[in-house]
């Protein structure tokens, strides 16, 4: 099982700010994912990765950025937060070679004023 | 358009049965699973399938259909613990994963 750990938590910032949403892995899984979700909501895919090196955005890039210069980080940045990026982001990671289940951080809870 | 229907809200009964339902429609198909969501947590996963039939795992079941494109979640002897959001997902011919809006299941003493 992957250990997905996500900073920070809970996030208030006000419009223009760039911000960087932090997501590390500790068991070496290739495949890492950022979601966001609103509250009752599907999770829509921002951008993901296969590896180092490799970064590809998801049906909803919403004005992010990714890099995955090692395995185990994958971090998001915004580089200007607007009201409408206030949502939870969730990051994944999976394993190649299995059924693609997907292991989960707690999540960052972004508000934007 | 690729799309996954899920009912938005079931309530059931402590000790009961629930069975929710999910169908699908994507660009091919390469595997179902369930997550279950607690409010304000993560995902965690339930079940897989991508061979028609039900696969059990203690209190939890799921089936799939392929040629119909439907699956269920059956939860039985249900907890006060089980209330939560139950996400259906799909992974496509592509292998990307098509998730449903959830459905949020109330249990009631």
């Known amino acids: 099982e992957a250990d997905i750990y996500q900073t920070p938590r809970y996030l208030v910032i006000g419009t223009g700010k760039k911000i960087t949403l932090e997501c590390s892995q500790t068991?070496?899984?290739?495949?890492m994912y950022w979601y966001q979700q609103d509250p009752g909501m599907e999770l829509h895919l921002i951008h993901y990765?296969?590896?180092?090196?490799?970064?590809e955005k998801g049906d909803l890039s919403s004005e992010s950025t990714v890099s995955r210069i090692r395995t185990e980080h994958f971090p998001l940045t915004l580089e200007s937060a607007r009201p409408s990026h206030t949502s939870q982001y969730l990051c994944?990671?999976?394993?190649?070679?299995?059924?693609?289940?997907?292991?989960f951080g707690e999540g960052s809870r972004l508000t934007v004023l | 358009g690729q799309n996954i229907d899920q009912p938005t809200e079931m309530t059931a009964t402590e000790g009961a049965i629930v069975q929710i339902n999910c169908t699908y429609q994507?660009?091919?198909?390469?595997?179902l699973f369930w997550y279950q969501q607690h409010a304000g947590e993560a995902p965690t996963f339930l079940s897989y399938n991508v061979l028609d039939g039900l696969e059990e795992k203690g209190r939890f079941s799921s089936f799939l259909s392929r040629s119909k494109g439907y699956s269920y979640l059956l939860l039985k002897e249900l907890q006060m613990k089980d209330s939560a959001s139950y996400l259906c997902a799909v992974t496509d011919s592509n292998y990307q994963l098509i998730w449903g809006a959830g459905t949020k299941l109330i249990i009631k003493p």
């Open positions: 994507t660009s091919g198909f390469n595997g």
């Open positions: 994944a990671a999976s394993g190649q070679g299995d059924t693609g289940e997907l292991f």
């Open positions: 990765s296969y590896g180092v090196n490799s970064t």
């Open positions: 068991m070496g899984h290739d495949k």
